[in-house]
């Protein structure tokens, strides 16, 4: 009867091949797994980051639930800077959604919707102290009107210095409650006039409310934009649609510095590896 040292030598020859296959599988399998980023180091379509789009309405000192404190807005603003946060367009947004283009390293994109004066009054000083640009969705025929929303000089004054100031529709209709003459007159009366008092030519809308379906955004396409904000909570990855973009809204609440904190940390978890936008 042949003892296990002679079975062992007997396969010896046969062990060592399984054991270099299974070696050899392994090796395979885990090359698999890991990205080709020494083979394709160019390729900028599998640039899967997850960009945060921050989104506010006042910077001001009223209690409510649309205000941010400007104390507590320099602290965020802070808190993006100390953490290598670099301030985009929307131009540079939606290049990289469409292309793949680059972005600068902790890209974000601060956005304010209506056009309040306290846009310009607070929330402008503390981005130039940190060297942040913003977009600034206005309802253009508030402009000039009413006291408590910026003039077309402090518009203009922010566009020359950086700012990009983009439509929120003529007279901040709910879409969704308006009739798709009434819809298109908002989209185009809106773009009109930001070319008339900005000389600009604005591709971008934020639905008021932001409230939206496919059919507004073909509508908002059709009248010559070229992308759409939205007020979805989610980061933008390149699989998200241009005419229904994610963003994180910020309101005064009774922590607003915590769920500052909260909201745009928890979006690099939800986004990690490019999630699949539905
Ligand atoms: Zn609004």
């Given at each position: 009867?042949?003892t296990l040292?002679?079975?062992?030598?007997?396969y010896k020859?046969?062990?060592?091949i399984?054991?270099?296959?299974i070696l050899?599988?392994?090796?395979?399998s885990m090359?698999?797994?890991?990205?080709p980023?020494?083979?394709?180091?160019?390729?900028?379509?599998s640039?899967?980051?997850?960009?945060?789009?921050?989104?506010?309405?006042?910077?001001?000192?009223?209690f409510h639930?649309?205000?941010?404190?400007?104390?507590?807005?320099e602290?965020?603003?802070?808190?993006?800077?100390?953490?290598?946060?670099?301030?985009?367009?929307?131009?540079?947004?939606?290049?990289?959604?469409?292309t793949?283009a680059?972005?600068?390293?902790?890209?974000?994109?601060?956005t304010?919707?209506?056009?309040?004066?306290?846009?310009?009054?607070n929330a402008y000083?503390?981005?130039?102290?940190?060297?942040?640009?913003?977009?600034?969705?206005?309802?253009?025929s508030?402009?000039d009107?009413?006291?408590?929303?910026?003039?077309?000089e402090?518009?203009?004054?922010?566009e020359?210095?950086?700012?990009?100031?983009?439509?929120?529709?003529?007279?901040?209709?709910?879409m969704?409650?308006?009739?798709?003459?009434?819809?298109?007159?908002?989209?185009?009366?809106s773009?009109?006039?930001l070319?008339?008092?900005l000389?600009?030519?604005?591709?971008?809308v934020?639905?008021?409310?932001?409230?939206?379906?496919?059919h507004i955004?073909?509508?908002?396409?059709?009248?010559?934009?070229?992308?759409?904000?939205?007020?979805k909570?989610?980061?933008?990855?390149?699989?998200?649609n241009?005419?229904?973009?994610?963003?994180?809204?910020i309101f005064?609440?009774e922590?607003?510095?915590?769920?500052?904190?909260?909201?745009i940390?928890?979006?690099?978890l939800?986004?990690?590896?490019?999630?699949?936008?539905?």
């Amino acid at each position: 009867m042949a003892t296990l040292k002679e079975i062992a030598r007997k396969y010896k020859i046969y062990i060592i091949i399984a054991g270099l296959l299974i070696l050899l599988v392994a090796i395979i399998s885990m090359g698999k797994g890991k990205k080709p980023e020494a083979v394709q180091p160019a390729d900028s379509s599998s640039d899967c980051r997850a960009v945060m789009v921050i989104n506010y309405h006042k910077v001001d000192t009223v209690f409510h639930s649309l205000s941010v404190r400007p104390e507590d807005f320099e602290k965020h603003m802070q808190w993006l800077k100390k953490h290598g946060y670099n301030s985009i367009t929307p131009d540079q947004l939606y290049d990289f959604v469409t292309t793949g283009a680059g972005l600068p390293d902790n890209p974000v994109l601060i956005t304010f919707d209506d056009g309040y004066a306290d846009n310009y009054n607070n929330a402008y000083p503390i981005m130039q102290k940190y060297g942040f640009v913003g977009t600034i969705f206005v309802v253009t025929s508030y402009l000039d009107k009413y006291p408590n929303y910026m003039t077309w000089e402090q518009a203009k004054e922010l566009e020359a210095n950086g700012f990009s100031i983009e439509s929120h529709t003529a007279t901040h209709k709910s879409m969704t409650e308006a009739s798709d003459a009434q819809i298109v007159e908002e989209l185009t009366k809106s773009k009109e006039t930001l070319k008339e008092k900005l000389g600009k030519d604005s591709k971008f809308v934020a639905y008021p409310t932001g409230t939206y379906n496919l059919h507004i955004a073909q509508l908002a396409k059709d009248a010559g934009y070229k992308a759409a904000f939205t007020i979805k909570y989610d980061a933008v990855n390149r699989n998200s649609n241009v005419f229904a973009l994610e963003r994180v809204p910020i309101f005064h609440t009774e922590d607003t510095n915590k769920d500052f904190l909260e909201r745009i940390q928890y979006l690099p978890l939800m986004n990690k590896d490019g999630w699949v936008k539905k």
